[in-house]
Nanobody, 126 residues
């Protein structure tokens, strides 16, 4: 059974940091890219970042470069998203998803991702 389980969300003050984790199982982790998406209330789901476990390619949404860092531990089959200097507008449910590459996320085609987690909520207070 394929599973993607997010953790690490919570309530944090503006300027604070969080590290989200996405633990994967049930598929060949090394062959997939893992992406992070987020969806704020009343807004569309947006791609945040992605890392390809096959070639190490990474992607960040332009607005988040410099504050978010994605990394992968292939031995633990876990992808991390380190989020620094958080802002109230970062408040959202954060989802991880798996696909053959970061291409779908780069193009904003979230519905094309193969597997999804259930999300973890991040709330940034001002």
């Amino acid at each position: 059974e394929v599973q993607l389980v997010e953790s690490g969300g919570g309530l944090v003050q503006a300027g604070g940091s969080l590290r989200l984790s996405c633990a994967a199982s049930g598929f060949t982790f090394d062959d997939y890219a893992i992406g992070w998406f987020r969806q704020a209330p009343g807004k569309e789901r947006e791609g945040v970042s992605c890392i390809s476990n096959s070639d190490g390619d990474t992607y960040y949404a332009d607005s988040l470069k410099g504050r978010f860092t994605i990394s992968s531990d292939n031995a633990k089959k876990t992808v991390y998203l380190r989020m620094n200097n958080l802002k109230p507008e970062d408040t959202a449910v954060y989802y991880c998803a798996a696909d053959a590459s970061c291409g779908s996320l780069r193009l904003g085609l979230y519905y094309a991702m193969d597997y999804w987690g259930k999300g973890t909520r991040v709330t940034v207070s001002s």
